[in-house]
């Protein structure tokens, strides 16, 4: 199952662009990138999924590289209520034993 | 609306009693999760079902116990035996053909005093 490594902590300014890295080095070829945000206290909430496509939607764009090690969340014009912490997932198992493995993931602060 | 509901968003029990939590969903999923989340905490999975009679222990299932009597419901009862039981209870679900795609629940924080 591929791990997946983040920063701990961003920080951005409200109107700017938010990029949120991943690195999942050892994914494999059939594991997705599933992204994640959990505002304090609140559910987590889903966000955005590839394979090796970059895609976009109506919350976020996912940049992912050509090698499929890393990939980046795009927030384009940041407010105050995605102040979050956001995780990114590798999808892991198959069949009946899918499960999603979660890590720590980076707070994100967005600021006035 | 459609969604997720647990109840009740507050929870408090004395050591040594059993509780339940409840969560609802009126997503037609197939599947539905239990999570554990403890303070700075990733969350960690309790249980899944993915059909309606049947389930699954995930990483953390000792201690706890769950049913799936129907599709709609899928309760997690909190035993004694469940050594730290206080902790942030997130309940989700998915459908079938996208299972890692979840949708979750408001949370139940749980405190035994």
């Known amino acids: 199952d591929a791990k997946t490594t983040q920063p701990p902590s961003m920080d951005c300014a409200e109107g700017r662009a938010a990029n949120l890295p991943c690195n999942h080095s050892?994914?494999?070829?059939?594991?997705?990138v599933y992204w994640y945000r959990q505002i304090h206290s609140q559910g987590p909430q889903y966000i955005i999924h590839?394979?090796?496509?970059?895609e976009t939607n109506e919350m976020a764009s996912l940049i992912i590289t050509e090698d499929r090690k890393s990939s980046t969340l795009i927030l384009p014009h940041a407010t105050l209520r995605d102040t979050a912490v956001y995780y990114c997932?590798?999808?892991?198992?198959?069949?009946?034993?899918?499960?999603?493995?979660w890590g720590l993931g980076t707070s994100l602060a967005v600021n006035p | 609306d459609g969604g997720i509901t647990q109840s009740p968003k507050y929870l408090f029990r004395k050591e040594g009693q059993n509780v339940t939590l409840s969560c609802e969903q009126n997503?037609?999923?197939?599947?539905m999760y239990w999570y554990r989340q403890d303070p700075g905490q990733g969350l960690r999975l309790i249980y899944y079902?993915?059909?309606?009679?049947?389930?699954q222990k995930g990483d953390i299932a000792e201690g706890y116990s769950v049913s799936r009597e129907k599709k709609e419901s899928f309760p997690l009862t909190v035993t004694s035996a469940q050594k730290n039981p206080t902790a942030f209870y997130l309940c989700?679900?998915?459908?079938?053909?996208?299972?890692?795609?979840?949708?979750f629940g408001p949370g139940t924080r749980l405190t035994v005093l």
């Open positions: 050892t994914i494999s070829g059939n594991e997705y």
């Open positions: 989700a679900s998915s459908n079938a053909e996208t299972f890692d795609t979840q949708y």
């Open positions: 997932i590798a999808s892991a198992g198959a069949g009946n034993n899918r499960k999603l493995i």
């Open positions: 997503l037609n999923h197939d599947a």
């Open positions: 590839g394979l090796k496509n970059n």
């Open positions: 079902s993915q059909i309606v009679n049947d389930f």
